[in-house]
């Protein structure tokens, strides 16, 4: 599994301040997503946080955790050149990372990003499976 460079990440408060200033948000149920587009072109970066509402280090843990790995499993078709800040909402019940993850994928289609389609292709096995050893000789 990859892991989550420091490179790819939001880490300093000028940095989210200049996405909520300068970029655009797009609501959802579980999550709001800010976004800007930067004039560098790099690898586009992400930054999470939780909203206030959501009350127990818990809950606000999980749903950072959540909506990190939904940025993860999209960030390839994701085009590069944007700062992206996924602040999670408080609801109800505590998503699932289906849950997450579409929301995350219908938020980034609505922001319009050139090239991403949010369609997930089936992934193919690393291997294919040996059939269950048989006893019996032929």
């Known amino acids: 599994m990859p892991t989550f460079p420091k490179s790819a990440r939001l880490r ?3 940095e989210f301040g200049r996405v909520y200033r ?3 948000f797009i609501p959802g149920r579980v999550a709001v997503l800010h976004i800007w587009k930067r004039s560098d072109g790099r690898c586009t970066r992400l ?10 280090a818990v809950r606000r843990n999980r749903m950072r955790r959540l909506l990190r790995e939904s940025f993860r ?8 050149g944007y700062d992206l800040v996924l602040v999670g909402r408080n609801v109800k019940e505590s998503p699932t ?3 997450v993850d ?3 994928r219908r938020l980034l289609r609505k922001a319009g990003l050139p090239g991403f389609s949010g369609d997930r292709k ?8 040996d059939p ?7």
């Open 12 to 14: 300093l408060n000028r």
């Open 22 to 24: 300068k970029g655009r």
């Open 47 to 56: 930054g999470v946080t939780t909203s206030r509402e959501v009350k127990g």
């Open 73 to 80: 499993l999209l960030s390839p078709d994701i085009p590069p």
């Open 97 to 99: 990372l289906a849950e």
């Open 102 to 104: 579409r929301e995350v």
């Open 122 to 129: 089936k992934a193919e096995p690393d291997h294919v499976q």
């Open 132 to 138: 269950p050893f048989s006893d019996t000789i032929l």
